[in-house]
C-alpha cells in the first residue's frame, strides 16, 4: 500500500515546520521527521492508530505524536491518505 499525502495535510505540516521554526528549527524538522518515521510504519501496520472519536469509523485513524500532534488518515483499498495534522488542542477539523 502507499502512503498520499492530502494537499491539506502537506499545509499543515508546513504550517508546524514555519511555527516551530520561529524559535528552533532543527526541533522543526525533527518533529516531522518523527512524523514521517511514525506514518511510514502503517505500511507494515495499517491499524498502529486508534479510530478517531469524532467519527467513530475503523478506517478513520489517527496517531498521536509527542501527545500533542495528530496525524490523521484514511485506510482506503490501495493507499492510506495522510488527510491532516493537528495540534490536540485544535477543536476542529
Not at 532543527?26 to 478517531?52: C, H, T, Y
Not at 485513524?61 to 492510506?80: A, G, S
Given at each position: ?9 502537506s ?8 511555527y ?20 511510514l510504519k502503517?505500511k507494515?501496520f ?13 478506517y ?14 484514511e485506510i ?17 477539523l
Amino acid at each position: 500500500m502507499k502512503i498520499v499525502w492530502s494537499r491539506r495535510a502537506s499545509k499543515d505540516a508546513e504550517n508546524i515546520i514555519d511555527y516551530i521554526s520561529r524559535d528552533n528549527q532543527s526541533e522543526a524538522f525533527e518533529l516531522i521527521d518523527e512524523i514521517e518515521e511514525k506514518i511510514l510504519k502503517l505500511k507494515e501496520f495499517p491499524e498502529l492508530g486508534r479510530m478517531v472519536p469524532e467519527f467513530g469509523s475503523k478506517y478513520i485513524r489517527e496517531l498521536i505524536i509527542r501527545n500533542f500532534y495528530r496525524v490523521i488518515y484514511e485506510i482506503e483499498t490501495d493507499e492510506f491518505v495522510i488527510v491532516t495534522l493537528r495540534q490536540t488542542r485544535m477543536d476542529t477539523l
